[in-house]
């Protein structure tokens, strides 16, 4: 039996795949392409009585919108990050959430080595050094190796770099490629070039930690959201020749905040979004959707 399907923000999918969940679906679906995000009114009206909604990580998902639509039974989240859903209001209304995982990792660090290639040869904006400069052998330092960090990692051998980590958890596997476990303060000392690649809205650096970079450094931020001390970060750019790397998956307004600054590059684009990319996502929203309908059947 078909089921009323709401989708109710941009969740980047190729046409192909918005005529498949439509196909799904008992009534017509209407898919956002505005970045911004629906207010709780906007979102519950949407919704009426809809069991499945589709939402990206962006999406506030809040105990106040779920009581106001007890209809919903299935959330399914375009991306990986959760920290806008109040999962534990999900587990109380007793619906199913899944997500996305693993999908955009490569090309986000294709797009990072792209943005660094352009900055230490000189050919976009800026040029790292008064001339231009080779990655090889250039020291790098990835905070967070999860399977982003990893995916960075992995570009970073190939470009002959030093390579050291920081995590909460060792990963031995990845020492013996060659990549090295570094304390924190150890390997903002040490590294040419700091890359961010910690879980969203997890705060890494702070002001004592921006302190200890090396001058002409490069910063990175790979994650999404808020991944250190906006002022200590501002006053780091201001008052050494520093260099910063952002792409839109830190957020619209981080993007209205520092696109204009001095040796910032922020381009307005999610780095990890290519065509292949949306087909991986697309092709695992729709199987997670599929599998929650084939277990109401």
């Known amino acids: 039996m ?7 923000a941009n969740a980047r999918l190729l046409p192909e795949d918005r005529e498949r969940i439509s196909k799904l679906s008992s009534k017509p679906v209407e898919f956002p392409d505005t970045e911004d995000q629906f207010d709780i009114t906007e979102m519950t009206r949407r919704t009426g009585d809809a069991e ?3 939402v990206n990580t962006g999406t506030k998902i809040t105990a106040e919108y779920l009581k106001a639509c007890p209809s919903i039974k299935y959330i399914g989240l375009c991306g990986t990050s959760t920290e806008n859903i109040d999962l534990q209001a999900v587990s109380d209304q007793h619906i199913s959430l899944t997500n996305v995982v693993d999908y955009g990792d490569e090309p986000t660090a294709e797009f990072i080595f792209y943005q660094l290639v352009f ?29 982003l960090g990893q995916s960075i990692a992995h570009l970073a051998l190939a470009y002959k770099m030093q390579v050291n980590y920081y995590s909460k958890h060792r990963k031995p596997e990845w020492e013996k490629k060659g990549v090295k476990y570094a304390e924190k303060t150890e390997l903002l000392k ?65 993007y209205n905040s520092y696109k204009d600054l001095p040796r910032v ?33």
């Open 119 to 147: 900055l230490a040869r000189g050919m976009g904006k800026y040029q790292w050094f008064d001339y231009p400069t080779e990655l090889i052998a250039k020291s790098i330092g990835i905070i967070g190796l999860g399977a």
């Open 52 to 54: 499945i909604v589709l």
């Open 190 to 254: 040490s590294s040419d070039i700091v890359i961010i690649s910690s879980p969203t809205n997890i705060k890494v650096i702070d002001e004592g930690d921006f302190k200890n970079m090396k001058p002409n450094s490069v910063l990175v931020q790979a994650s999404s959201g808020n991944c250190f001390d906006r002022t200590a970060f501002l006053n780091w750019l201001e008052k050494g020749n520093h260099y910063a790397i952002f792409d839109l998956a830190a957020g619209i307004d981080h």
């Open 265 to 297: 590059v922020f381009p307005k684009v999610i780095a990890g979004f290519t065509r292949e990319t949306k087909q991986r996502l697309g092709n695992r929203v729709i199987e997670n959707l599929k599998n929650y309908i084939d277990k109401k059947a």
């Open 2 to 8: 078909p089921h009323k399907i709401v989708v109710l």
